[in-house]
Every structure is written in C-alpha cells, then in structure tokens.
C-alpha cells in the first residue's frame, strides 16, 4: 500500500494523527487555516505557522468507490470507498480518507450502500496502516 509522503512541512499532520489528534495547520499571522500543509500563507503570504486542533467532526463532501484494475495490493481489496470529509469546525478544509466500521477495520468494512454525502462521520486514527480513517457518527 502506499504510505504518505513526509516533508517537513506536513510532518507535523502526520505525527499528530498518530497521537490521535487531527490538527490542520494555519497561518500564526492572519489565522487562516490551510490544507495541504505549505511554507507560505495564500492569504497574508506569512511564513509563520500553527497547528490547531479540530473537533475530528466533519459530514461526507463526496466519495467513490473504486474497481480494479488498480495497483495490485489495492485490487485485492476493492471495491473499497474514498471519501472527502469537509470538516465541521473548518468548513473550507476537505480531507481524503476511508470510512471504516472502526479503527483497525479493512477498507471494505462499511457497505458502500450505507455512505450518504452530508453523513456525519468523526476521524479515527488506524495505526496499522499509518492513515487517518473516519466512522460515521451514527453506526
């Protein structure tokens, strides 16, 4: 599978979902939050940044349902879902990830069936695979 890329700008996203945090970085200048991560603000163009934390809480922006053909180890899990969660407390940052029955759980585990777009769901951190996932709110 593959893993994300670390540059030392969005390390810091990284080592604070392992802790089973989700922060976003912003500008220590203006306040703007902005993801991806980057040395520079797009707003007031500061080179001074933060990382805050969020609630974990967003609703389902979007999502697909990938088939094969896929790169192999990815084949043999699909069809699995990709969703864009606009979080709830930053609602013009949108994360990619996987909604999962729970942390730990494969990416098949919830049935494509039950993704609606504006479903609730809140960030979990699954360790075996190094990725933030999400659950929905109301199993």
Do not use: K
């Not at 994300?4 to 089973?20: M, Q």
């Not at 180890?73 to 069809?79: E, K, S």
């Not at 769901?121 to 190094?130: E, L, N, P, T």
């Amino acid at each position: 599978m593959l893993t994300p890329v670390l540059d030392s700008d969005g390390a810091p996203f990284w080592e604070y979902a392992a802790l089973g945090e989700l922060r976003v970085q912003a500008c220590a200048d203006c306040g703007e939050p902005r993801f991806p991560p980057r040395p520079c603000c797009p707003h007031c163009r500061s080179f001074e940044s933060e990382w805050r934390a969020t609630s974990g809480r967003g609703r389902v922006w979007s999502y697909v349902v990938p088939h094969p053909p896929l790169l192999p180890d990815y084949a043999a899990q699909a069809p699995y879902n990709v969703i864009v969660v606009e979080l709830d407390d930053l609602p013009r940052i949108r994360l990619v990830g996987n909604l999962v029955s729970e942390s730990g759980a494969p990416l098949d585990s919830v049935p494509v069936e039950r993704i609606r777009i504006g479903a609730g769901v809140q960030f979990v951190y699954d360790a075996g695979s190094g990725l933030p996932r999400w659950i929905l709110e109301r199993p």
